[in-house]
């Protein structure tokens, strides 16, 4: 009985001392503490345990962080356009300038930029909530390369760039939304049209890479350094720093 009591004693301690430690790791995460670690010393239930709520408490700081940088990049994003229409209704309130054309032409582009920002956020939300409504029709791929072609023609033109589409031929329809599909190949050849040269071109192609349908936007710009490129799906992320402070509000890719 003495026996079975010591070792009674000793397995109780080893199977309660994880579980204190893990309960107070939990009270801390329920006060927002929420990067906790817990020392894993076994390989049974309890190990595993300890092990699962370490990678939980590592991903619900990672997210929280995110949470909170996307909240600052939103409020800067929004503070830019604010400051530029609110600076000029004030210096027109007071009479300091006038409302010319050009002037009111300005504001209005701002608020046109803060009218895509809360599309594209309200796009966002939608995509992580899950409710993202998609209008699927069979499309053909060159049609679709067509008409996406067709609506920046002039910007390339303007910029004395070709826009040149190539498929293969006989590709088979398919079920995609094309205005979505169409936003996607909008953010690619807008990047495409600031960085490609003069008397170039950007190729806009479809092919089958092995059982797969392959869309692709090429073009002659410097790319992207390989140290950014983990991050360029990230929201409000731009890998050029000279554009911290364009007109874009960086949530194309994310969408």
């Given at each position: 009985?003495?026996v079975?009591?010591?070792?009674?004693?000793?397995?109780?301690?080893?199977?309660?001392?994880?579980?204190?430690?893990?309960?107070?790791a939990?009270?801390a995460?329920?006060?927002?503490?929420?990067?906790?670690?817990?020392?894993?010393?076994?390989?049974?239930?309890?190990g595993?345990l300890?092990?699962?709520?370490?990678?939980?408490?590592?991903?619900?700081?990672?997210?929280?962080?995110?949470?909170?940088?996307?909240?600052?990049?939103?409020?800067?994003?929004?503070?830019?356009p604010?400051?530029?229409?609110?600076?000029?209704?004030?210096?027109?309130?007071?009479?300091?300038?006038?409302?010319t054309?050009?002037?009111?032409?300005?504001?209005?582009?701002?608020?046109?930029?803060?009218?895509?920002?809360?599309?594209d956020?309200?796009?966002?939300?939608?995509a992580?909530?899950?409710e993202?409504?998609?209008?699927?029709?069979?499309?053909?791929?060159r049609?679709?390369l067509?008409?996406?072609?067709?609506?920046?023609?002039?910007?390339?033109?303007?910029?004395?760039?070709?826009?040149?589409?190539?498929?293969e031929?006989?590709?088979?329809e398919?079920?995609l939304?094309?205005?979505r599909?169409?936003?996607?190949?909008?953010?690619?050849?807008?990047?495409?049209?600031?960085?490609?040269s003069?008397?170039?071109?950007?190729l806009?192609?479809?092919?089958?890479?092995?059982?797969?349908?392959?869309?692709?936007?090429?073009?002659?710009?410097?790319?992207?350094?390989?140290?950014?490129?983990?991050?360029i799906?990230?929201r409000?992320?731009?890998?050029?720093?000279?554009?911290?402070?364009?007109?874009?509000?960086?949530?194309?890719?994310?969408?």
């Amino acid at each position: 009985a003495l026996v079975a009591l010591v070792l009674g004693t000793i397995l109780a301690r080893t199977l309660s001392h994880p579980l204190r430690d893990l309960t107070a790791a939990i009270h801390a995460m329920a006060k927002g503490a929420l990067k906790q670690h817990v020392s894993v010393k076994s390989h049974d239930e309890i190990g595993e345990l300890a092990v699962a709520f370490n990678q939980m408490s590592t991903e619900l700081d990672h997210l929280n962080m995110s949470r909170r940088q996307m909240t600052a990049d939103i409020a800067h994003e929004l503070r830019s356009p604010l400051t530029v229409i609110g600076g000029y209704v004030e210096s027109m309130r007071d009479g300091v300038l006038k409302p010319t054309p050009e002037r009111l032409d300005t504001i209005h582009s701002e608020v046109q930029h803060l009218q895509r920002l809360v599309d594209d956020l309200r796009t966002l939300s939608q995509a992580d909530a899950g409710e993202l409504a998609l209008n699927c029709d069979p499309v053909a791929p060159r049609a679709l390369l067509e008409r996406v072609a067709k609506s920046y023609d002039h910007l390339a033109t303007r910029q004395k760039i070709s826009l040149v589409v190539e498929s293969e031929p006989d590709l088979p329809e398919i079920l995609l939304d094309p205005d979505r599909m169409a936003q996607v190949f909008g953010n690619l050849i807008a990047n495409s049209l600031r960085y490609t040269s003069e008397d170039e071109k950007i190729l806009l192609s479809a092919r089958y890479t092995g059982s797969m349908l392959e869309f692709s936007v090429e073009d002659n710009g410097k790319g992207i350094s390989p140290d950014s490129l983990p991050y360029i799906f990230d929201r409000f992320y731009r890998a050029d720093p000279a554009r911290a402070q364009g007109s874009e509000s960086g949530l194309g890719l994310a969408i």
